[in-house]
């Protein structure tokens, strides 16, 4: 097999040696094609249908980058064979996602539920799996037992010591994860925020004494800017009411679907039946679900007979009839929980079922988190400390949404502000 080069839209040309491909070409790799990078998110952006194959390409991408760098400014800090290992560990870091991504990986769909990072180190050390196999003959045993020691962030392997800038340059809070992801989601959601300059960033980084990451003084301004990034990223895109909305119709119909499955009342295809029902799922068996098994499912949901069920499977299919929000700004998940119940007790007056046409949404993004996994400078002080952007963005953030059918939404948003006006701030009054 020869090298090869693939053009990403977002990084231009991708080198990958041989050696790399056919790990890449495994089925299990090959199934990232199939599995939405934004869930739902293309009910708001159109155009924000890539997918986890592309982005972990793009973090692979990054990785080698940054080891490259690194060996550049720093040589002697990273040998070749770890430098390759950091950079397998980029490229399979999504491999166990579930269909749709975040938004499926839930014990509310799967009858055998785990996260993604346990599935995805089931499916890349199985011997039953084509990307096991290939890891095994790529790296060989104690390589790749190596390899999972780096993605476990362990300190050391077989007696050998594991620096922890090498997964830190997987997961942290400036990783290439986040790096590749925030920059390809951007460009296919067409939203506009200015973005920041990864090549800069990558240059910025060295590795201390003590074997962390820090950022040199001048690459601060690459830094707020990626910080400022992710900020906007995730008000205007990720937490974009539509798209917790259509998330919530997703989970909530295939959730129906698995109770109508129980009782009966529906046949599954046998894709849909190992994800929701089948409780002792292997490796394999999960590899081989994907979008493309919910998705050929829902037209013939939306003719179901029972209403719940072909009532957001007609919402997915042709984006009619979506419910409201109610347009309350600062409502807090305590302003929820003391006004839910009235909530309820009203759709049901107003002829509703409450319980399937009450969606409750929850927004929290936890803000940059200096010192316990912050960004370090060169003089070992929080990035934090140096700019008052990045001390903006520190605060926690947290709101809470309800979505209500649209023709009882205004009367009800009236009541509920009525029902939090007396103190919005002193709600252990409400009884």
Not at 113 to 129: F, I, N, Q
Not at 286 to 300: F, G, K, M, Q, T
Not at 347 to 355: I, K, L, N, S, W
Request: charged share 25%; hydrophobic share 40%.
């Amino acid at each position: 097999m020869r090298d090869r080069v693939i053009r990403d839209e977002i990084h231009k040309d991708i080198l990958v040696p041989s050696r790399h491909a056919t790990i890449i070409d495994t089925r299990e790799f090959q199934r990232l094609r199939h599995i939405q990078q934004l869930s739902t998110c293309e009910y708001v952006f159109p155009a924000a249908n890539h997918n986890r194959f592309a982005h972990s390409l793009g973090a692979y991408h990054l990785a080698g980058q940054l080891t490259a760098s690194l060996q550049n400014v720093q040589p002697g800090i990273l040998s070749d064979d770890d430098a390759e290992l950091v950079q397998l560990a980029a490229l399979l870091h999504d491999i166990g996602h579930p269909p749709f991504s975040h938004v499926l990986e839930t014990p509310e769909v799967f009858a055998t539920y785990h996260s993604h990072e346990h599935w995805g180190r089931l499916l890349l050390e199985s011997k039953d799996t084509e990307v096991g196999a290939a890891l095994e003959s790529t790296l060989g045993a104690h390589r790749t037992s190596r390899l999972f020691a780096i993605m476990d962030g362990d300190t050391e392997h077989e007696g050998v010591s594991i620096p922890p800038f090498l997964k830190e340059i997987v997961s942290s809070q400036l990783d290439v994860d986040r790096m590749d992801y925030m920059v390809r989601d951007q460009a296919n959601t067409g939203a506009q925020i200015g973005g920041f300059d990864i090549a800069r960033v990558l240059r910025a980084l060295r590795v201390g004494d003590d074997g962390h990451f820090f950022v040199k003084s001048w690459g601060l301004p690459a830094i707020e800017a990626y910080l400022v990034t992710r900020y906007h990223m995730y008000n205007q895109v990720y937490f974009h009411k539509v798209n917790m909305l259509t998330q919530n119709y997703l989970v909530r119909m295939l959730a129906r679907a698995r109770l109508l499955a129980i009782e009966g009342k529906l046949v599954l295809s046998a894709p849909l039946h190992k994800m929701l029902l089948d409780e002792a799922l292997d490796a394999r068996g999960y590899a081989s679900l994907n979008d493309a098994h919910v998705r050929v499912s829902i037209p013939e949901w939306a003719e179901h007979e029972d209403k719940i069920l072909s009532n957001y499977a007609m919402k997915m299919m042709s984006r009619r009839g979506f419910h409201k929000s109610l347009r309350i700004e600062a409502l807090s998940t305590e302003m929820v929980d003391v006004v839910k119940d009235r909530i309820e007790e009203a759709v049901a007056e107003a002829g509703y079922d409450a319980e399937s046409e009450v969606i409750y949404a929850r927004i929290s993004k936890r803000g940059y988190m200096p010192y316990a996994q912050g960004i370090r400078i060169e003089d070992g002080g929080d990035a934090s400390e140096h700019s008052a952007l990045i001390r903006s963005l520190t605060q926690p953030h947290e709101r809470a949404l309800i979505f209500v059918p649209e023709p009882i939404r205004d009367e009800l948003e009236q009541r509920v502000r009525e029902w939090i006006k007396p103190s919005q701030s002193s709600l252990v009054h409400f009884e």
